[in-house]
Structures are given as C-alpha cells and as structure tokens.
C-alpha cells in the first residue's frame, strides 16, 4: 500500500493563480482531511471530508474549496493564491471515529510545499 | 473552540537522558489526545495516543499521562536516542459521529545529542 499520497510535491504561484491540490489514500478510508503548517503554528484544518461527495470547513477554510468525488481521492483547490496561503499543505485520512483508539489514527501524507510570490 | 498550547518550544537532551513535552486544552469536552513525530521533510505520525478514560499509556520507551482535572497532558521519552530528534506534535479532539477534528500544538523541537 502507498498509503496517502500528495502531488505535487513543490509548487510556485504567482499571486491571482489558481491550482488544484491532490490527495490520494489506498487504505479505503471514510475520513479525509486537509491541514496547512506554518511556522510556530502547528497544523491547523483546513476542511474535511466524511464520505465521499461530502465536505465540511475546518478551521481556517477561507480561500479554499474541496472535493470528495470519490472515495480515495480529496481535492483542495486555491482559486485566486494570496501570499498569505504560502505554506505546506497535508492531507490525512482515517478510517472512523473508532472504538477505542482503534481507528482514530490519522494517517498523513509527505507534504506539498506552496509558495506564493 | 479548543486550544491547545505546548511547552517546550525547544527541547535538547544529552543521549539517553528522558524529556518531557507538555501540553494544555481548554476545552474539558475533548476525548481523545495523540502525539506526532514529524521528522524533516515527512509528513507527522502517530506515535502514541491516549483516550479520556485513561491516565496513562506506555509503549516501550514512550509514555503519554493525562490529567483531565488540569486539563493537561505529557509526552514522556526515555533513554533517548539520536533517532528521537525531531518535532513532536500534541493534538486534543473530540470524538464525534462524524469526523475526528485535532487541534494541534504548535510543535516542540527535540534535539538529542550524542
């Protein structure tokens, strides 16, 4: 299993650019998710997804749209880039609510690192 | 909504010495409480998590306690190996019927030197 994966890796925009960010997980998870990290700040949830064709805002989910078309995949989009959205970007899945811990572990992918000039 | 603050920002420690990273919520409704080692250029992962039911977790040289009247929680390493440096992440959430939302710390770096 690769696990959850994330393209691209690196991306420069200018402001006023749009892009789309991917996110893939082979582990047929229900839960995904999408976290921006900046310096000092730790991850903090952008929006997520319970099933596919659902989404639901995070906590910072101004300049940003998602979408869960199908189950393994959960799409970030940046329609107009600002500066301020300069950051690396996760994506995490997990499987359920869980009993117990079982289930609760998010799995995070490696990262794509946004810079916005 | 939840916050989550984490002490130290840094953290160094000689080899095999232990080191503890702390954290706080506010919120007295959230359950359920993972730590992340996130090494340089990777994505965060899981390395030990615990449930409100619980005080104390163990898992080999790691160890996670909880106080839920203080509303605080602790990373506890011991003998620490060169391997262990990297950045540890606290999150608390509430476990809810749909979705697990983590609020994150803002990270401890962790140095240890050999």
């Known amino acids: 299993n690769a696990g959850v994966t994330q393209t691209p890796k690196f991306r420069v925009l200018k402001t006023g650019q749009s892009m789309t960010l991917l996110c893939a997980q082979d582990m047929n998870h229900e839960y995904m998710y999408w976290y921006r990290q900046d310096p000092g700040m730790g991850l903090r949830l952008i929006h997520y997804?319970?099933?596919?064709?659902?989404?639901a805002k995070g906590e910072v989910p101004d300049g940003y749209n998602v979408s869960r078309l199908k189950k393994q995949n959960f799409l970030l989009g940046l329609e107009s880039a600002a500066p301020s959205q300069t950051s690396v970007y996760f994506c995490?899945?997990?499987?359920?609510?869980?009993?117990?811990?079982?289930?609760?572990?998010?799995?995070f992918g490696p990262g794509t690192r946004l810079t916005v000039t | 909504g939840e916050n989550v603050e984490q002490h130290p920002s840094t953290l160094s420690v000689q080899e095999g010495d232990s080191a503890v990273i702390k954290c706080t919520y506010s919120d007295s409704a959230s359950n359920y409480f993972p730590w992340y080692k996130q090494e340089l250029g990777k994505g965060p992962q899981l390395i030990i998590d615990?449930?409100?039911?619980?005080g104390e977790k163990k898992d080999q040289r790691i160890a996670v306690t909880l106080n839920k009247t203080a509303k605080h929680f602790s990373l506890h390493i011991t003998e620490t190996q060169p391997e262990d440096s990297a950045v540890y992440f606290c999150?608390?959430?509430?476990?809810?019927?749909?979705?697990?939302?983590?609020?994150f710390g803002a990270g401890t770096i962790l140095r240890v030197k050999s």
């Open positions: 999150a608390a959430s509430t476990i809810q019927e749909y979705g697990n939302k983590l609020v």
């Open positions: 997804s319970v099933g596919e064709g659902t989404t």
């Open positions: 995490a899945s997990s499987y359920s609510r869980g009993s117990g811990t079982s289930g609760m572990e998010q799995y």
């Open positions: 615990i449930r409100s039911n619980v």
